[in-house]
């Protein structure tokens, strides 16, 4: 990956900075009143091979997080795909992050961009993958889709990978009725719990080590409170997972709407239910929306 020029969006309440050229990752997203900046920023691109920094937020497509062994099971077949190497035998995140994106519009409140990608090994289906990020009052709407450019059936997933800043003292909270059971690796077992009451998730459950959630029928709602104020998660079907990562002693939170559990699709094929996974007709779109809202103390 490497530098290119960065879109600017700015409405007079917030300020954001997209980057095409870096798999089109939101930079920042800054509320100008207090000065204070909602995702960690990325500054200049210092990443390990392969790798990439712990700041912005990225796309999830064409699937979310891992595929355990690298190997998809679907309609029938084994697809063997490219492991990542930081995360090895696994895939990890999909690769439309890797990639650069194409501008389709951009003005001071708006950005849409396209990619298109062949079949390979990554992915055997070959894909378009929209996004656009629109700013509105205390507000940034983020909109993706995802076509099937190939003449056969295609598992799909989407979500968003933001690194949420945080204080020392910030709480996460949301409700969801189920929760994945993970192993070591932080891969779904296929088992489940009901999940009645809130969770919330603090700085001070992460200092022993990294805390994951993963879950499942997830009403659409989060919030992050910080010191100056309180971010609004919000989202609609499909986005019915969320993914919940403090690594121990990180600055940041990710908070990650997603379509799908991590292996959702090999767990699906061995029969377990609620995994999300969507299949898509040749020619078929799947969509999605999200919200990040900014609501300053008083």
């Not at 064409?62 to 062994?69: F, L, M, V």
């Not at 929760?179 to 891969?187: G, P, S, T």
């Given at each position: ?27 920042r ?38 595929i355990a ?82 003449d ?5 997933g ?41 969770t ?36 609609a ?10 690594p ?38 799947f ?12």
């Amino acid at each position: 990956m490497t530098e290119s020029s960065r879109l600017l969006l700015s409405n007079g309440t917030l300020q954001a900075e997209i980057a095409p050229q870096l798999g089109a990752r939101m930079c920042r997203l800054k509320a100008l009143d207090g000065d204070t900046d909602l995702v960690m920023p990325l500054g200049v691109w210092r990443a390990p091979e392969h790798g990439w920094p712990k700041a912005g937020a990225y796309p999830l497509i064409p699937y979310s997080n891992r595929i355990a062994d690298s190997r998809l099971a679907f309609d029938g077949k084994i697809h063997a795909l490219t492991p990542h190497p930081l995360d090895l035998p696994n895939t990890l995140h999909g690769h439309a992050q890797s990639c650069a994106w194409q501008v389709l519009a951009h003005d001071s409140r708006h950005a849409k961009m396209s990619l298109r990608e062949r079949a390979c090994g990554h992915w055997p289906w070959p894909f378009e993958a929209g996004m656009t990020f629109a700013l509105r009052a205390n507000a940034l709407d983020v909109s993706f889709t995802l076509r099937n450019e190939g003449d056969s059936p295609m598992p799909a997933g989407l979500g968003w990978h933001p690194f949420l800043a945080i204080d020392a003292d910030s709480t996460l909270r949301f409700d969801a009725l189920r929760r994945w059971e993970l192993d070591a690796a932080f891969l779904p077992t296929g088992r489940t719990r009901p999940s009645s009451q809130s969770t919330s998730l603090t700085r001070g459950d992460c200092e022993a080590g990294d805390c994951a959630i993963y879950a499942s029928e997830w009403d659409g709602n989060g919030t992050l409170e910080r010191r100056r104020g309180t971010l609004l998660i919000t989202a609609a079907a499909p986005f019915t997972h969320l993914v919940a990562f403090a690594p121990r002693g990180a600055p940041y939170f990710c908070v990650e709407p997603v379509t799908h559990v991590a292996n959702g699709f090999n767990l699906a094929a061995r029969g377990i239910e609620g995994t999300g996974l969507k299949v898509l007709a040749p020619g078929e779109v799947f969509a999605a929306q999200l919200t990040l809202a900014w609501e300053p103390n008083r």
